[in-house]
């Protein structure tokens, strides 16, 4: 066991520095690290929770009221870094349920050890770490500690953390469902089965039918990554049921096998197939993240395949304890886990990509030191999680509208670095209007970078 806690510190510091430095370096944004951190900035200072470059409140995104626990820690101090620490800690923790299920599963005590290193090194819960922050990383561990919990028969602890989880993100509540599908016809725990299936179920009914189209009345709006196959979130459930002959031409791509080659490869020492079982939860995830043509959906950068790393993690527990697992030494293990980790964590991007706009990082640190009030800003994607401590903060992109530029107290841009959702014609023509603003005038300007602040009335 002290094995594992060292482990988990260790994996703990290391993400925390990870992310934090990724964000000195400029290299995080609005979506979605901005987009938290202004909303938990609002709700802790009792203002209304709308995030200012989207336009709405944040609860008609996801339905992740999970975020009215974490204000507490920024009434506190208002900090990013909170994020970064809560989305280190629970990234992982996952390790401890990992090692407690392969010991209950009558795993040897070294080959539990390697569950929990398996876990630690599939490099999904490294990379994920490097994108910005997601409520839903907080479930990662919870998934396995609630079927410990069933396993274990605790249906309280069960139940409490199905609630966690459902505050994490509306699309878990059909991992949810589908979990509790699992436990009570698989595994044979029906009174947590069964919960599962009810409160996975009835939330995911409640967040996209009530909720999300309350706050944002433009609906789910993931929906348009499946056109074609319906106009709605229960259209497209229903299309997906009575017409699976739309799925084929939609699953059956090459983006999907070099997906699902990514996904199993880390653990495909340990996957047998009269032991595929827990999967069954994953297969809403795995089923959205096929089906639409959304390429983040489809890598192990990105958030999307974090509800199926639990459940491929169990079938591996599972062929473990029954010997049918293809590699069985804690060595060997331990050795693919590695391997798979060098090949496929993204911790090469702290030698290039991270390092790209370091020759305009002092101008923008000591621009930023200058915007002293919580007066509006606009800036840069990359820029703005440094400054969302505000009500109104909005973006430097293609769609914005140059006629609102006098609106704003500060004006932030980096014309060197625009970024990928703003052309150099788009920052050109800002600049030119900021720059000629009768409303503001030119306090900073260094290596490409200019502030412009409103002229006292």
Known sequence: MRTIWGS??????????????????????????????????????????IVSFWGFHFLGGHADWILYLLAPLYKLYPSVFWLFAI?????????????????????????AVAIAFTYLLYPLVFNINLFDFHPEVMALPVFLAVVLAARTHQPVGFTLGIIFILGCRDALSLTVAAMGVWLFFIENRRLCGAIAFLGGSLWFLVATQLVIPHFRPLGVEAVARYAGLGDSVLEIAKNVILQPGLLLNRVLTLPN???????????????????????????????MNLLTAYQPQKDLIHQYSVPILPF??????????????????????????????????????????????????????????????????LTNPQTAPHLTHRAVIRLATDQFNPATLN????VLLDTRYPGMSCSKETMSHLLK????????ELTYQRDDVYLFTRKPL
């Open 87 to 111: 989305q280190a800690i629970a990234l992982s923790l996952g390790a401890v349920p990992a090692w407690q299920l392969a010991t209950q599963a009558g795993v040897k005590p070294k080959q």
């Open 257 to 287: 096998l070099e997906y699902l080659c990514l996904l199993l490869v880390p653990v495909l020492w340990g996957l047998s197939l009269k032991h595929l079982a827990p999967l069954l939860a994953a297969i809403p995830q795995l089923a």
């Open 433 to 440: 209007q900021a720059q000629q603003s009768s409303s503001h």
């Open 8 to 49: 988990v510190i260790v994996s703990t510091t290391v993400l925390f520095v990870a992310s934090s430095v990724r964000h000195l370096l400029f290299q995080s944004a609005a979506f979605d690290l901005g987009y938290f951190d202004q909303a938990l900035y609002l709700i802790s200072q009792g203002q209304p929770p």
């Open 407 to 410: 609106d704003f107290s500060y």
């Open 312 to 377: 491929l993690l169990l079938a591996v527990i599972a062929a473990l304890a029954a010997n049918k697992s293809w590699v069985r030494s804690q060595r060997g293990i331990i050795l693919w886990a590695l391997i798979g980790f060098l090949a496929l964590a993204k911790f090469g991007y702290f030698g290039d990509r991270y390092l790209a706009k370091v020759n305009t990082w002092q101008a923008t640190r000591a621009a930023i030191a200058q915007v002293q009030t919580t007066g509006s800003v």
